[in-house]
Nanobody, 125 residues
Framework: DVQLQASGGGLVQPGGSLRLSCAAS????????IAWFRQAPGKEREGVSC????????YYADSVKGRFTISRDNAKNTVYLQMNSLKPEDTAVYSC??????????????????WGQGTLVTVSS
């Protein structure tokens, strides 16, 4: 079975950093692009970032560009989201998703077959 396990969330002060991980199993990890989404309370789900199967192409929402960095280790079947300079508006449940072979600039509109359970990030003083 395909499984995506997101972890690394927590409570952090504004300006702080967190690194999220998405551990995958049950499919050929290196063949698929992986995306991160987030959903804040009362808001629609938002695409945060996407990384191509090789890691050579990355995409970011304007709201996180320059602060977040997505990366992957295909040997460990894991995708990371390094989040720096966190703001209260970054507070959300972050989930990873896959089922696509490439991201593209409209990765956030693609249909994803598999989703992780999400990890909560709270940015507050």
């Amino acid at each position: 079975d395909v499984q995506l396990q997101a972890s690394g969330g927590g409570l952090v002060q504004p300006g702080g950093s967190l690194r999220l991980s998405c551990a995958a199993s049950g499919f050929t990890f290196g063949a698929y692009a992986i995306a991160w989404f987030r959903q804040a309370p009362g808001k629609e789900r938002e695409g945060v970032s996407c990384i191509s199967s090789s890691g050579g192409n990355t995409y970011y929402a304007d709201s996180v560009k320059g602060r977040f960095t997505i990366s992957r280790d295909n040997a460990k079947n894991t995708v990371y989201l390094q989040m720096n300079s966190l703001k209260p508006e970054d507070t959300a449940v972050y989930s990873c998703a896959t089922g696509i072979y490439f991201c593209g600039t409209t990765y956030y509109m693609r249909q994803y077959d598999y989703w992780g359970q999400g990890t909560l990030v709270t940015v507050s003083s």
